[in-house]
């Protein structure tokens, strides 16, 4: 059971905005903007796509955005493309071991 | 830029230690965090550690009797050493390099990610 709780599947229509929730608690989201983002494609590496709740590192659309509210974070992907269709993964630094937490990751699907 | 590469067996024999190395290439391992992390097949990403250029390290609680991180500035490399290993243990295995601020560090992102190696453990 991971530390972080995500939706196993998200899905939406091209164009359409969807928007992925990551809930922890007090000692991790809830207290730190530490909360990143990653993209992963099947077989593929995992790909930073937001850091520190919501800057995008260069190179990342800006169809992806971050935010937080409380002991949850969330990422939206706005004007869904068939390429965004990969799981989704948030982290987030907890003071419980000073290292990092893992959500379970989500399947984005493109109707 | 940054690029990162796992090397070492991809299969290991239970109760074995499992070794893997990181070559960092395009930059210098000096100033920086670097990372482990796995990925059962089929399953979601667990962090396993993390060492600083000067040695420091961070381990998994649920790993760290078993876990032991080391660098190498000399070759730019990191690796990392799992011992008495177990059929749960098979996952592909990432290197990366941490984003962090302050000391003791805050991780902040993990970024860029080595192409990962899969490890089997098997007799």
């Known amino acids: 059971q991971s530390a972080l709780t995500q939706p196993a599947s998200v899905s939406g229509s091209p164009g359409q905005s969807i928007t992925i929730s990551c809930t922890g608690s007090s000692s991790d989201v809830g207290s730190y903007n530490y909360v990143s983002w990653y993209q992963q494609y099947p077989g593929k590496a995992p790909k930073l796509m937001i850091y520190e709740v919501g800057n995008r590192p260069s190179g990342v659309p800006d169809r992806f955005s971050g935010s937080k509210s409380g002991n949850t974070a969330s990422l939206t992907i706005s004007g869904l493309q068939a390429e965004d269709e990969a799981d989704y993964y948030c982290?987030?630094?907890?003071?419980?071991?000073?290292?990092?937490?893992f959500g379970g990751g989500t399947k984005v699907t493109v109707l | 830029q940054v690029q990162l590469q796992e090397s070492g067996p991809g299969l290991v024999k239970p109760s074995e230690t499992l070794s893997l190395t990181c070559t960092v290439s395009?930059?210098?391992?000096?100033?920086?965090?670097w990372s482990w992390i796995r990925q059962p097949p089929g399953k979601g990403l667990e962090y396993i550690g993390y060492?600083?250029?000067?040695?420091?390290?961070n381990y998994n609680p649920s790993l760290s009797s078993r876990v032991t991180i080391s660098v190498d500035t000399s070759k730019n490399q990191f690796s990392l050493k799992l011992s008495s290993v177990t059929a749960a243990d098979t996952a592909v295995y990432y290197c990366?390099?941490?984003?962090?601020?302050?000391?003791?560090?805050?991780?902040?992102?993990?970024?860029?990610w080595g192409q990962g190696t899969l490890v089997s453990v098997s007799s």
């Open positions: 395009g930059g210098s391992i000096s100033s920086y965090y």
């Open positions: 982290i987030s630094y907890t003071s419980r071991s000073s290292s990092v937490v």
């Open positions: 990366a390099r941490l984003g962090t601020r302050g000391v003791p560090p805050a991780i902040l992102w993990f970024g860029p």
């Open positions: 060492i600083s250029y000067s040695g420091g390290t």
